[in-house]
C-alpha cells in the first residue's frame, strides 16, 4: 500500500475507534450546500460527516476486526461518526434524506454489531 494511502488509512481509523457508532449513507447526489448543512446539523450533535472509499473502509473495518459490512459498500458511502447521541444522529440523517430526497442510509455499526436500515429507523424514534 502506498504511503498517502496507509497514512489515511491510519488516520480514518484513529477517528472511528473513538466513535461507538457508524453509520453509511449514499451520498451521490449532494451538492456542496447540503453537505455543508448536513455537517453543520450533525456537529449540533457532535457528529462528523466524511467521504470515504469503499476499499478503504473494508481495509477499516478489517483493521478494527468490524463485523463485515461489504454489501453496503458499493457507490458513493460517506460516513457519520462520533458524538453520544446516536439516536440523535440517525434522526438528522433520516430527517435529511426524507427533506432532500437525498443521502439514502445503507447501514451501520453499533457497538460492533451491524445495523440495518430498518433497526435504524427503529433507533431513530427513540428518546435522545
Not at 450533535?45 to 473495518?61: M, S, W, Y
Amino acid at each position: 500500500m502506498r504511503i498517502e494511502k496507509t497514512f489515511l488509512l491510519n488516520e480514518v481509523s484513529n477517528k472511528v475507534k473513538e466513535s461507538n457508532f457508524l453509520y453509511l449513507v449514499d451520498f451521490n447526489r449532494l451538492t456542496v450546500s447540503e453537505t455543508a448543512e448536513l455537517r453543520k446539523a450533525l456537529a449540533a450533535e457532535g457528529a462528523q460527516f466524511h467521504v470515504v472509499q469503499n476499499t478503504l473502509l473494508r481495509k477499516i473495518g478489517e483493521q478494527l476486526e468490524w463485523p463485515s459490512f461489504t454489501q453496503w459498500l458499493t457507490g458513493q458511502t460517506g460516513v457519520v461518526f462520533g458524538g453520544n447521541n446516536p439516536s440523535g444522529v440517525a434522526k438528522i440523517l433520516l430527517k435529511f434524506a426524507k427533506d432532500n430526497e437525498k443521502l439514502p442510509t445503507k447501514g451501520g455499526l453499533m457497538d460492533g454489531q451491524l445495523y440495518d436500515v430498518a433497526a435504524l429507523e427503529a433507533l431513530s424514534k427513540l428518546p435522545d
